[in-house]
């Protein structure tokens, strides 16, 4: 089984940057497929992004074009950069993982592992 471990997060002005860490360790981290969700106060859990072991990509589609994911298999780490965000970014944000080469999936009960998740505030 693997453990993940974000970091990276903080508040932001509206308009502004952050990257998001996920450290993995206690297995191949490679044989997983990685993803980022995030929830809301009051909100259901919802998929972000999600990275297989190939490094192939998905995102929702109201981060398409400001959030990166992507993955160093040297360090064990997967990150998400965000950009342009917006007080409705604001959230905790975790990363989770399942043993396969290439999931496409952001449904959250298909994750085995999960982190404890960060909080991301974005302020107007």
């Known amino acids: 089984q693997v453990q993940l471990v974000e970091s990276g997060g903080g508040s932001v002005q509206a308009g502004g940057s952050l990257r998001l860490s996920c450290a993995a360790s206690?297995?191949?981290?490679?044989?997983?497929?990685i993803a980022w969700f995030r929830q809301a106060p009051g909100e259901e859990r919802e998929g972000v992004a999600v990275i297989d072991t190939r490094r192939r990509t998905t995102y929702v589609d109201f981060v398409k074009g400001r959030f990166t994911v992507s993955r160093d298999h040297a360090a064990n780490t997967l990150y998400l950069e965000m950009t342009s965000l917006s007080p409705e970014d604001t959230a905790t944000y975790s990363c989770?993982?399942?043993?396969?080469?290439?999931?496409?999936?952001?449904?959250?009960?298909?994750?085995?592992?999960w982190g404890q998740g960060i909080q991301v505030t974005v302020s107007s």
């Open positions: 989770a993982a399942r043993r396969h080469c290439c999931a496409a999936s952001l449904w959250s009960p298909y994750f085995n592992y």
């Open positions: 206690g297995d191949t981290y490679s044989s997983y497929s």
